[in-house]
């Protein structure tokens, strides 16, 4: 499941090029390639932070990280912030234990996204004019 | 079917049994099984009965044929023997059909006076039900006409396939053939042990057929065609075991109101091995004397009778004849039997008893192939190994100073009573030696790679960290020890001396033992090794000079033998002093005292046997096809299963997670022809053991999986690059992962233990 651009429910503020990817209940391969798919297409259409929602999500396996990884790669290779968010305690050792953690911000909730988004907001003024 | 009502002997309890069914004990199991194939209709193809010598095979089928007589109404039992009486093919068959008929018609009947008279075949067919008229008349006429006919071999297969014929007509019946290897006998042109084997595996009626177990099957297979004998289940008749063979001596005394004491039961039992013909033949000569078996004197005395004259040196006698007729061949071979059985290992040379007995090719191969089916003997290309049976060595003595020796009588039975009275006590305390020994051989075969505690191979290490603790402390202190040893696979263990006889000289049989097995799999030459262990006697710590003594000796069987790697383990009842522990560890051999043994037994889980109650209560199990995300349906299982032990989540986590992993290691790795994964969890009082098996290609892990989750800094932007983590995962998260290759596949078993 992927939110538009410009629509992360949890009201991010002033940034044009946020997306919402859902992870889904379980992230392996099938799963995993249609989050980076996704990711993918937004990174493409200019999305400057992506937002990985794991809420509701049980399990994740070693090729579910592993595609992980290349969608983190991918985000860092165009300059894009990554946020996990909502991802459960077990998941977060799992990620922590396989190096993602290292490689994405993690928030707990809505509030902790809007904040993330506020302190990734950089000003107009910056923005290469 | 029969109206009538069973006559008087019917209802009694024997029929063709020869000691009533109350006497009859330590063949319960096997009589269940045999009866279990009368019912018309039950899903099975027939037995096979590989019996030891004398081992009361033929009660066994007569007791079964009673029982299903008296139960009417199903399937006729019927009964019949091959007897050393029998001259031809053609005659046994022509008996067997005869018998057939009667047996039949007795049961149908509920008659048994049948069998007290002898009606011929034309006689019987007057007394069938009208039901079966037609074709037991049609079959006698068929026979009449073929025995006219002059075709041995088809008037043969005809005699042996009435029960086919008389099922077709619904008379169904269990036929059970007795002493079936002494079809080999018999004279004619067809092969009756293969006409047999013919008949009972292509008939829809159930054969039961028994023999010696050295000679039944080869009878049965010398035919130009192949019997398929996968259909038929097998059944193994040995002599009783102590238990049962006491009961039987103690119901037969009683019955023949013989006074027996628990003293003389035993060194009787133990005499005769738990050989029920031996034993009945003891009692019943005590009956027969009105003797008492009330003390060693009185069983000797009687034993010594029955050995030198009674029905046991009958049986010895009528078996030697069998073996070799000629009175001078005869001789000569006690003679060579008995100085044979002097030998270490009771072995001699082939080539020793040809020059012996003077005989060439066929004859000495023929007389070598009957000691070997009575188990007499048993020999190969280029030994002869004497049977170690106490009566039969004490039988070979007697007749020797007899026979060859020509001793007079009165002085051989003289000695032989008083050898045999000063012989009861060692008798018995070889018994009690026997019962009181470790039985390393049945330990060795449960290790199973298993780990234990190191402490408990090394008795040094053993006695410094818990000499002195209270048990408690000591099982807390094994499971918190962190040095395991992994054991091997056993995959046979037998005496020392079977490798090595002269060991017999410094030990008993049983308290040495030689187990093969494997350290790891895959089974390779570089995996394989040999321990050798051995009880040493002491009252206190072992010191070093015993200790060097017994492992030269380990070490010189390991040498005769040409075991390559060989681990010596001395076990001791109070261990080993600081100096003797020293050289076991110079010589890189394990020292156990007794006390560390019962701990490694209470640690080694027993094999694992599914049809136990207790694994069905502890244990699950669950298949699951590869692909379309079934771990999932695995992982909420072994929630499940975990919750109830009370895990904490996060390990309930950790536990699903691996088992994931497992799972699509078993997919992705095995080539598996099945797609299929098998899983155990096995729940512990402090651990949840998961077990999941594939079958296909047994990859090793591969080398970059023994190394350290690489913690994402993996760059090469490849996912491909990232992927093989699996086993690592499993590793980290669980608390002992092993990864083994089985017969065909692989095998990864995962332990977490439960922490509160």
């Known amino acids: 499941m992927i939110e538009p651009c410009n629509n992360y429910q949890g009201g991010a503020r002033g940034s044009g090029d946020i997306a919402v990817v859902y992870a889904g209940d379980y992230v392996n391969k099938l799963s995993g390639e249609r989050i980076e798919r996704e990711c993918r297409n937004k990174l493409d259409a200019g999305c400057r932070t992506l937002i990985i929602n794991f809420k509701g999500t049980e399990l994740v396996n070693s090729i579910g990280v592993s595609i992980l990884l290349g969608v983190i790669d991918a985000a860092e290779e165009t300059g894009a912030h990554i946020v996990f968010a909502e991802v459960n305690r077990h998941t977060i050792k799992l990620f922590d234990l396989l190096g993602l953690t290292r490689h994405v911000a993690l928030a707990d909730n809505e509030d902790a996204v809007n904040k993330m988004l506020a302190e990734f907001a950089v000003p107009p003024a910056n923005q290469g004019h | 079917?029969?109206?009538?009502?069973?006559?008087?002997?019917?209802?009694?309890?024997?029929?063709?049994?020869?000691?009533?069914?109350?006497?009859?004990?330590?063949?319960?199991?096997?009589?269940?099984?045999?009866?279990?194939?009368?019912?018309?209709?039950?899903?099975?193809?027939?037995?096979?009965?590989?019996?030891?010598?004398?081992?009361?095979?033929?009660?066994?089928?007569?007791?079964?044929?009673?029982?299903?007589?008296?139960?009417?109404?199903?399937?006729?039992?019927?009964?019949?023997?091959?007897?050393?009486?029998?001259?031809?093919?053609?005659?046994?068959?022509?008996?067997?059909?005869?018998?057939?008929?009667?047996?039949?018609?007795?049961?149908?009947?509920?008659?048994?006076?049948?069998?007290?008279?002898?009606?011929?075949?034309?006689?019987?067919?007057?007394?069938?039900?009208?039901?079966?008229?037609?074709?037991?008349?049609?079959?006698?006429?068929?026979?009449?006409?073929?025995?006219?006919?002059?075709?041995?071999?088809?008037?043969?297969?005809?005699?042996?396939?009435?029960?086919?014929?008389?099922?077709?007509?619904?008379?169904?019946?269990?036929?059970?053939?007795?002493?079936?290897?002494?079809?080999?006998?018999?004279?004619?042109?067809?092969?009756?042990?293969?006409?047999?084997?013919?008949?009972?595996?292509?008939?829809?009626?159930?054969?039961?057929?028994?023999?010696?177990?050295?000679?039944?099957?080869?009878?049965?297979?010398?035919?130009?065609?192949?019997?398929?004998?996968?259909?038929?289940?097998?059944?193994?008749?040995?002599?009783?075991?102590?238990?049962?063979?006491?009961?039987?001596?103690?119901?037969?005394?009683?019955?023949?109101?013989?006074?027996?004491?628990?003293?003389?039961?035993?060194?009787?039992?133990?005499?005769?091995?738990?050989?029920?013909?031996?034993?009945?033949?003891?009692?019943?000569?005590?009956?027969?004397?009105?003797?008492?078996?009330?003390?060693?004197?009185?069983?000797?005395?009687?034993?010594?009778?029955?050995?030198m004259g009674g029905r046991i040196n009958r049986r010895f006698n009528a078996l030697l004849e069998e073996i070799s007729p000629p009175v001078a061949t005869r001789r000569s071979l006690i003679r060579v039997l008995h100085e044979s059985a002097g030998n270490i290992g009771g072995k001699s040379p082939v080539e020793a008893w040809r020059r012996r007995l003077n005989l060439e090719g066929a004859e000495l191969e023929r007389i070598m192939r009957g000691l070997h089916v009575y188990e007499l003997a048993s020999f190969n290309s280029t030994y002869v190994e004497i049977g170690t049976g106490l009566v039969w060595r004490e039988y070979l003595a007697a007749n020797y100073r007899l026979q060859v020796s020509a001793e007079p009588r009165?002085?051989?039975?003289?000695?032989?009573?008083?050898?045999?009275?000063?012989?009861?006590?060692?008798?018995?305390?070889?018994?009690?030696?026997?019962?009181?020994?470790?039985?390393?051989?049945e330990l060795l075969a449960r290790f199973d790679f298993q780990r234990v505690p190191a402490s408990l191979l090394h008795y040094d290490r053993f006695r410094r960290m818990y000499k002195g603790v209270s048990g408690e402390e000591v099982a807390a202190g094994l499971d918190a020890e962190t040095d395991l040893v992994r054991l091997p696979q056993i995959v046979h263990a037998a005496s020392g001396a079977s490798f090595h006889p002269p060991l017999l000289l410094v030990t008993d049989e049983e308290r040495c033992v030689v187990a093969h097995g494997f350290d790891a799999t895959p089974y390779t030459d570089a995996n394989a090794v040999v321990w050798v262990a051995a009880e040493v006697e002491s009252k206190m710590e072992v010191g070093r000079a015993l200790t060097e003594v017994w492992c030269e000796r380990l070490t010189q069987l390991a040498h005769a033998c040409g075991f390559s790697r060989a681990r010596l383990w001395l076990v001791s009842p109070e261990g080993f002093s600081a100096d003797?522990?020293?050289?076991?560890?110079?010589?890189?051999?394990?020292?156990?005292?007794?006390?560390?043994?019962?701990?490694?037994?209470?640690?080694?889980?027993?094999?694992?046997?599914?049809?136990?109650?207790?694994?069905?209560?502890?244990?699950?199990?669950?298949?699951?096809?590869?692909?379309?995300?079934?771990?999932?349906?695995?992982?909420?299982?072994?929630?499940?299963?975990?919750?109830?032990?009370?895990?904490?989540?996060?390990?309930?986590?950790?536990?699903?997670?691996?088992?994931?992993?497992?799972?699509?290691?078993?997919?992705?790795?095995?080539?598996?022809?099945?797609?299929?994964?098998?899983?155990?969890?096995?729940?512990?009082?402090?651990?949840?053991?998961?077990?999941?098996?594939?079958?296909?290609?047994?990859?090793?892990?591969?080398?970059?999986?023994?190394?350290?989750?690489?913690?994402?800094n993996d760059t090469n932007?490849?996912?491909?690059?990232?992927?093989?983590?699996?086993?690592?995962?499993?590793?980290?998260?669980?608390?002992?992962?092993?990864?083994?290759?089985?017969?065909?596949?692989?095998?990864?078993?995962?332990?977490?233990y439960l922490r509160k």
């Open chain 2, 1 to 307: 079917m029969p109206t009538e009502k069973p006559n008087d002997r019917a209802r009694g309890k024997r029929i063709l049994g020869r000691i009533a069914p109350a006497d009859f004990v330590g063949r319960s199991a096997a009589l269940r099984r045999i009866t279990s194939l009368a019912p018309h209709g039950a899903e099975q193809g027939g037995m096979l009965v590989l019996a030891a010598p004398s081992a009361g095979t033929s009660e066994l089928l007569r007791q079964a044929y009673d029982q299903l007589f008296q139960q009417r109404g199903g399937s006729s039992p019927i009964y019949f023997a091959l007897s050393r009486n029998d001259q031809t093919v053609i005659g046994a068959a022509r008996r067997f059909l005869h018998t057939f008929l009667l047996q039949l018609i007795a049961h149908r009947r509920g008659d048994t006076m049948l069998f007290d008279a002898t009606p011929t075949l034309h006689e019987l067919n007057e007394l069938v039900a009208p039901s079966d008229y037609e074709w037991v008349e049609r079959l006698v006429q068929a026979y009449e006409r073929g025995r006219e006919g002059g075709d041995e071999r088809a008037l043969v297969r005809l005699c042996l396939s009435a029960p086919q014929q008389a099922a077709a007509r619904g008379a169904h019946s269990l036929v059970m053939l007795d002493d079936v290897h002494l079809a080999e006998h018999l004279k004619g042109e067809t092969n009756l042990g293969a006409e047999i084997a013919r008949a009972s595996t292509n008939a829809e009626v159930p054969f039961v057929l028994a023999g010696l177990r050295r000679r039944l099957l080869d009878v049965m297979n010398e035919s130009e065609e192949r019997v398929p004998f996968d259909g038929l289940a097998t059944l193994h008749l040995e002599d009783l075991t102590n238990d049962d063979a006491r009961l039987l001596v103690e119901r037969l005394a009683r019955t023949l109101r013989v006074p027996l004491s628990d003293e003389t039961r035993d060194l009787a039992v133990q005499q005769f091995a738990g050989n029920p013909f031996c034993l009945t033949a003891l009692v019943q000569a005590a009956q027969a004397s009105g003797a008492s078996l009330q003390s060693f004197r009185d069983c000797q005395q009687l034993y010594v009778d029955e050995l």
């Open chain 2, 410 to 441: 009165a002085l051989v039975v003289a000695d032989t009573l008083v050898a045999t009275l000063k012989r009861a006590p060692q008798t018995m305390a070889r018994h009690y030696r026997r019962e009181a020994a470790l039985k390393l051989n």
């Open chain 2, 580 to 712: 003797a522990s020293e050289l076991l560890n110079e010589r890189e051999a394990f020292g156990s005292s007794r006390q560390q043994l019962e701990l490694l037994t209470t640690r080694i889980r027993p094999e694992e046997r599914a049809d136990t109650a207790s694994a069905a209560l502890d244990e699950f199990e669950m298949v699951i096809p590869m692909g379309g995300d079934t771990e999932l349906i695995a992982a909420h299982t072994v929630e499940q299963i975990a919750r109830r032990l009370e895990f904490q989540p996060d390990a309930i986590n950790q536990i699903k997670t691996a088992l994931v992993e497992a799972c699509i290691n078993a997919s992705e790795h095995s080539l598996s022809p099945d797609r299929k994964i098998y899983q155990r969890f096995r729940v512990e009082s402090d651990k949840l053991v998961v077990t999941v098996s594939s079958r296909g290609v047994a990859l090793t892990p591969p080398a970059s999986q023994n190394n350290e989750i690489s913690n994402g």
């Open chain 2, 717 to 752: 932007g490849s996912t491909k690059g990232r992927r093989g983590w699996g086993l690592k995962l499993i590793r980290t998260l669980m608390d002992e992962v092993e990864f083994e290759r089985v017969d065909d596949g692989t095998r990864l078993r995962m332990t977490k």
